[in-house]
C-alpha cells in the first residue's frame, strides 16, 4: 500500500494537472482516519470532565436556555428547540439530537433531569418517546445551575459551525454533574462509562479536598460509598472493590433488584420486586425470565406477573412454600438481569481536549479547579461593571456639582462633548453618559441615590480585589457555593434522596433439588429383611408396625424430608438416598436393593441421617478400623461408595459416631480393650489399623467415649449399666489383647446402643 498513490484534486473542482497533488494512499488514510477518530472522542462519544457533558447535550441546554425556557416558565415544542440546536449549533441529524433530549428527561435515566418533559418521553419498559411534534419541554433547576452565570463571562465562547453564531466550550457547573449524572460513550479505540451519584455525597467530597488536598481515596469513598443509581438497587460489590475502581477510574458494580417477601395465607408467599438495576428495560427482564422458566431452567419459580403502575412491582411466584424465597432470589440473581453489572470507567476529556481516564480524586480536584476558574471570571467581569458604572458615577457627580455650566455647555457649544472632556477633565464614557441623562434625572433626589449606589459599589468593588487577592478567599467562596448545591439538591429533598442502598452479597451453594423439597417431619423404617419406608410424622410407639412373615424390625429413624438417608454395608461401602424418594408407609415399602446396587452377598449394616461435620468409627471383623468425616462418605449413586476396604469372609461389623477421646473395643472371645482415640488414624478409604488382637474369633463390636463420662452397655435385664471407674484395667495400647470385660456386660458382647 505504501507505494500505492492517489491524485488529489484542488479545492475549486479543476482538473488541470498542473494542479493536482501526489499523496500515498497510506498517507491519505491515516490522515482522514484520525481526523474522523478525533472529531468521534472530542465532539461526540466523551464527556468534559468540567461540566459532565458532551457538546449535543450542551448545545440543547444553551439553545433551551436562548429560548426562554426556565423552570418558571411555559413549555415548548420540542421539534422548535431540536430546529434550534441543529440550525445554529449541531450539523446533525434531528433524530439524534431528539434521542439525547429524550434522555436528559428520563428520571429513570439521569439521576437528576436535566429537562422536563411534558408528554410521553418513554418509559423503564424500554418503550420509545412519542415524535418530537408531539412533546413538549423546559428547563430544570439542575440545568439552571449549570448554566448559572453563562451571561457573566464564566466560560470561553467559540464560533458556530457555520461562523453566525456563539456557542459555550462548556458551562459554569455548580455542581459536579458528570459524576451526579454519569456518561456513557464510545469513541475510537476508547469509551467511557460513568454511573450516576449522589449530589450531597459528591459536595461532602469536594468540601473534603478543599480542606484536605492530600486526602487518599480511601477516606473520599467513605463520602462516597458508591453510585446512586436513578432506578434504586442494591449493590452489593466489596467495599476494596468499590475503592480500588474509584482510585484506578477502572472497575464496575454488582446492582441486584430489591425485593421483599409478602405473605399470602395459608403458609404461602409471593416475592415482590420494586426495584431493578439501572438501565434493566422492566418488560425485556420479564420476557426473560417468562423464556427461562419454558426452558424448565427456573425450577423454582412457579410464575412472574407485571403489576406495576407508577412504581414498579413484579410478582414472582415459588413452585411450593417449601421453597426458601432467598434461595429462589439467589437462583434468579444468577441467571438474570435481575442482578447486572454497571461499569466503571472515568475515561474523559481533561480541560475539554485530553482523553484521560481519572480517579474519583481527579475528576472532582478538575472541577473544583473549574469552579475557582469560573469564580475569577465572574468577579473580574463583575469588577470591571463597577469599575465602568463608577466612571460613569463619577461623571454625574461632577455634572451635579457643576449643573449650571454643563446645562450653559450643552445649550450653547457646538461640539459640547469635547468641551465637557476639556472644562473637567472627564473621559469619554462619564461625557457621553452626562449628555445622555434626561432631564428628571437632574432632581435633588437622583443624587443621593446616585451618591448611594456610588458607595455600596464601592464598598463591593473593595471586596471583589480583596477576593481576587486572597487564595483563601476565593476556596471559601468556592465552599459557600457548593454547600448551596448541596443544601439545593440535598438528601433531604425529594429528588436528592438516596435511592441506591448497600448491602453484602449472600453467597450460597444452590441445591436445586433439595430446594423443592417441602421440610416434613417421617419416621425411616428398614426392616432385617432389607425393606425400607417412610412413615410421616415422628412415631414414638412401633409395636404396631406390620412386617412380612419372617421379617422384623431393624432400623427406626427419625428424620425430615429434606434429610439424607446414609446406609452402610457389610461389604464396607456407603450409599445414600433421599428421603424424600423413600417410598411411603402404606404397606412394607420396597426392598431397598432396587435403589442401590447392593451385591447378594453383601447386607445393610446399619443407617443413620447425614450430618455434616460428624465423624465416624468404622471397624471390620477381624479387628481393623479407622475414623471417616460424614461428609467423605455421601454418594448419590446406586453404586455407592467403597471406604472400608474388606476381603471375604471379612466384613465391615461397626459404624459408630465419634464423641470424646477414648476408643473401647470387644471382641466375639469377651476380651476387651480400652485405648486413646488418638491412635487412630483418620482416613478417607482404607483398610485402618488393627484395634484389637485375636487369637480365635473376631471384633463384636466398638464404641467411642468421654473417658469421664465411662462406658455404657445394656444388660441382659434391659438396664442401662455403666462402669466410670477402674477403667485402667482394660487401658492397654491399641492392638493388644484386652481382657473379660466388667461383671453384668451382656452375652451379646454389644455396648449400648448408639445412632
Known amino acids: 500500500m505504501t507505494n500505492d498513490t492517489i491524485n488529489q484534486s484542488p479545492p475549486d473542482g479543476s482538473n488541470g494537472s ?4 501526489t499523496i500515498e494512499l497510506r498517507t491519505a488514510l491515516e490522515q482522514r482516519y484520525l481526523s474522523y477518530a478525533l472529531s468521534t472522542i472530542m465532539h461526540r462519544a466523551l464527556p468534559d470532565v468540567r461540566d459532565g ?8 441546554l444553551y439553545a433551551m436556555q436562548q429560548l426562554k425556557l426556565d423552570p418558571e416558565g411555559g413549555f415548548k415544542k420540542c421539534a422548535r428547540v431540536v430546529g434550534d440546536v441543529m440550525g445554529k449549533f449541531h450539523p446533525h441529524g434531528d433524530q439524534a439530537i431528539y434521542d439525547a433530549m429524550v434522555r436528559l428527561a428520563q428520571s429513570f435515566s439521569v439521576r437528576y433531569p436535566l429537562v422536563e418533559g411534558q408528554g410521553n418521553f418513554g418509559n423503564i419498559d424500554g418503550d420509545n418517546a412519542a415524535a418530537m411534534r408531539y412533546t413538549e419541554a423546559k428547563l430544570t433547576d439542575a440545568a439552571m445551575a449549570l448554566l448559572d452565570g453563562i451571561r457573566e463571562d464564566t466560560v470561553d465562547f467559540k464560533e458556530t459551525y457555520d461562523g453566525l453564531e456563539t456557542e459555550p466550550a462548556v458551562l459554569p457547573a455548580s455542581f459536579p454533574n458528570l459524576l451526579a449524572n454519569g456518561s456513557s460513550g464510545i469513541a475510537v479505540g476508547m469509551a467511557t462509562n460513568i454511573p450516576p451519584h449522589n449530589v450531597e455525597e459528591l459536595c461532602n467530597a469536594a468540601l473534603h479536598l478543599i480542606k484536605f488536598p492530600n486526602a487518599t481515596i480511601k477516606k473520599l469513598v467513605e463520602l462516597v460509598p458508591g453510585p446512586d443509581l436513578p432506578t434504586g438497587g442494591i449493590i452489593v460489590e466489596p467495599m476494596e472493590q468499590i475503592i480500588e475502581a474509584y482510585e484506578t477510574g477502572r472497575g464496575g458494580f454488582r446492582v441486584r433488584a430489591k425485593w421483599e417477601k409478602e405473605e399470602t395465607g395459608r403458609g404461602n408467599y409471593q416475592i415482590i420486586i420494586t426495584e431493578i438495576p439501572y438501565q434493566v428495560p422492566k418488560s425485556r427482564l420479564i420476557e426473560k425470565i417468562a423464556e427461562l422458566m419454558s426452558l424448565k431452567k427456573l425450577p423454582l419459580l412457579n410464575d412472574i406477573r407485571d403489576e406495576s403502575a407508577e412504581d414498579i412491582r413484579v410478582v414472582l411466584e415459588p413452585k411450593s412454600r417449601a421453597v426458601d424465597p432467598v434461595l429462589l432470589m439467589e437462583t434468579l440473581f444468577k441467571v438474570t438481569d435481575l442482578e447486572s453489572r454497571i461499569s466503571l470507567n472515568m475515561n474523559v476529556l481533561s480541560n475539554g481536549q485530553v482523553p484521560k481516564v481519572l480517579s474519583l480524586k481527579g475528576v472532582l480536584n478538575e472541577w473544583l479547579a473549574h469552579r475557582k476558574e469560573v469564580l475569577v471570571r465572574r468577579s473580574n467581569y463583575r469588577k470591571a461593571k463597577i469599575e465602568h458604572r463608577l466612571e460613569i458615577l463619577d461623571g454625574y457627580l461632577i455634572a451635579y456639582l457643576n449643573l449650571d455650566e454643563v446645562i450653559r455647555i450643552v445649550r450653547e457649544e457646538d461640539d459640547p462633548k469635547a468641551v465637557l ?11 457621553e453618559a452626562i449628555l445622555n441623562m434626561r432631564l428628571r434625572a437632574l432632581r435633588k433626589l437622583e443624587e443621593m441615590e446616585i451618591r448611594t449606589e456610588h458607595s455600596k459599589l464601592t464598598e463591593e468593588l473593595a471586596g471583589l480585589k480583596a477576593l481576587l487577592a486572597s487564595e483563601e478567599l476565593l476556596w471559601a467562596r468556592i465552599s459557600d457555593e457548593i454547600k448551596e448545591a448541596k443544601t439545593k439538591f440535598g438528601k433531604k429533598t425529594e429528588l436528592g434522596a438516596r435511592r441506591s442502598n448497600f448491602e453484602d452479597a449472600v453467597e450460597i451453594d444452590i441445591d436445586l433439588d433439595a430446594a423443592m423439597i417441602e421440610k416434613e417431619p417421617v419416621t425411616i423404617i428398614l426392616s432385617e429383611k432389607g425393606w425400607l419406608r417412610a412413615l410421616k410424622g415422628h412415631q414414638d410407639d ?36 433421599g428421603v424424600d424418594k423413600l417410598p411411603g408407609g402404606r404397606g412394607h415399602g420396597e426392598p431397598v436393593r432396587i435403589m442401590i446396587d447392593l451385591e447378594a452377598s453383601s447386607d445393610i449394616l446399619t443407617g443413620f441421617i447425614f450430618k455434616e461435620g460428624r465423624k465416624r468409627l468404622l471397624a471390620s471383623l477381624e479387628g481393623n478400623g479407622f475414623i471417616v468425616q460424614e461428609d467423605e462418605v455421601v454418594a448419590m449413586t446406586r453404586k455407592g461408595k467403597q471406604v472400608l476396604n474388606v476381603k471375604e469372609p471379612d466384613e465391615a461389623v461397626v459404624c459408630v459416631p465419634v464423641e470424646g477421646d477414648m ?26 489399623v488393627r484395634l484389637q488382637r485375636y487369637k480365635d474369633g473376631g471384633l463384636a463390636d466398638a464404641k467411642t467415649f468421654k473417658k469421664e463420662d465411662g462406658i455404657g452397655w445394656i444388660d441382659a435385664a434391659g438396664r442401662n449399666c455403666k462402669a466410670t471407674e477402674d477403667l485402667v484395667d482394660w487401658q492397654g495400647a491399641r492392638a493388644t489383647a484386652g481382657r473379660m470385660p466388667p461383671k453384668g456386660f451382656p452375652k451379646s458382647n454389644k455396648f449400648a446402643p448408639k445412632a
Request: charge should be positive.
Open 18 to 21: 498542473g494542479n493536482n497533488e
Open 53 to 60: 457533558l458532551k457538546p449535543v447535550h450542551r448545545r440543547l
Open 421 to 431: 472632556i476639556k472644562t473637567f477633565n472627564l473621559t469619554d464614557v462619564q461625557a
Open 542 to 577: 412401633l409395636k404396631g408396625l406390620s412386617f412380612k412373615a419372617g421379617d422384623d424390625l431393624k432400623l427406626a429413624i427419625k428424620a425430615q424430608t429434606t434429610d439424607k438417608l446414609v446406609l452402610f454395608a457389610t461389604n464396607g461401602k456407603f450409599f445414600t438416598i
Open 663 to 688: 476408643v473401647a473395643v470387644i471382641g466375639e472371645n469377651r476380651k476387651m480393650l480400652v485405648f486413646p482415640l488418638t491412635e487412630l488414624n483418620e482416613m478417607t478409604r482404607g483398610k485402618g
